[in-house]
């Protein structure tokens, strides 16, 4: 059966038997690498699940995609509750600026003043208080958008709505 093998030359026969013996030796080195790496991956997996099995590694696992999930909603409350304190805020009176004047050169001194009081859309109030011999007056006029509205504007309302929009210092 095997009688062909008798007939072939020894270079052929030793050649052949070294082939495989060095194929036996790759074979054999490759197993012993995969070992090493198997005993690594079994020490990782040792530490990782550490006295626990799958099902409560399963369980950790959806208690934690719940809890993300819980904090993407608590995130997205936060990120409403946050337009609306900024909707606010641009509704509230943060701009502000006074200037104190003298209309009128027989009156000594700054008595008269502008107070200009806006919202984040520059929207708001002008208030003037103008004072004379005879009294003291005072005039509110409403401001939309740093302009004036079907009142009129003197040029004290005017610099102190230009003082508060661009957030100068007021001149007192």
Same mark, same amino acid.
């Given at each position: 059966?095997?009688?062909?093998?008798?007939?072939?030359?020894?270079?052929?026969?030793?050649?052949?038997?070294?082939?495989?013996?060095?194929?036996?030796?790759?074979?054999?080195?490759?197993?012993?690498?995969?070992?090493?790496?198997?005993?690594?991956?079994?020490?990782?997996?040792?530490?990782?699940?550490?006295?626990?099995?799958?099902?409560?590694?399963?369980?950790?696992? +959806?208690?934690?995609? #719940?809890? *993300? =999930?819980?904090?993407?909603?608590?995130?997205?409350?936060?990120? %409403?509750?946050?337009?609306? $304190?900024?909707?606010?805020?641009?509704?509230?009176?943060?701009?502000?600026?006074?200037?104190?004047?003298?209309?009128?050169?027989?009156?000594?001194?700054?008595?008269?003043?502008?107070?200009?009081?806006?919202?984040?859309?520059?929207?708001?109030?002008?208030?003037?208080? +103008?004072?004379?011999? #005879?009294? *003291? =007056?005072?005039?509110?006029?409403?401001?939309?958008?740093?302009? %004036?509205?079907?009142?009129? $504007?003197?040029?004290?309302?005017?610099?102190?709505?230009?003082?508060?929009?661009?957030?100068?210092?007021?001149?007192?």
């Amino acid at each position: 059966m095997f009688g062909f093998i008798q007939n072939l030359p020894p270079l052929v026969i030793y050649g052949s038997l070294a082939t495989l013996l060095l194929g036996e030796v790759i074979l054999f080195v490759i197993v012993i690498i995969q070992m090493v790496h198997n005993k690594r991956l079994k020490k990782k997996l040792h530490i990782f699940f550490s006295g626990k099995e799958g099902k409560d590694l399963e369980k950790i696992l +959806l208690d934690q995609l #719940e809890e *993300t =999930r819980e904090l993407d909603r608590e995130i997205q409350e936060l990120f %409403e509750i946050s337009n609306r $304190l900024r909707e606010l805020g641009m509704k509230s009176i943060h701009k502000t600026a006074v200037m104190r004047f003298n209309p009128f050169k027989e009156v000594g001194g700054n008595q008269s003043f502008c107070v200009a009081l806006l919202d984040g859309k520059n929207s708001g109030v002008v208030i003037t208080s +103008l004072h004379t011999r #005879e009294g *003291t =007056r005072v005039y509110s006029k409403p401001v939309v958008a740093g302009l %004036e509205t079907n009142f009129p $504007l003197t040029e004290e309302e005017k610099t102190t709505i230009a003082q508060a929009i661009q957030g100068k210092p007021s001149t007192v």
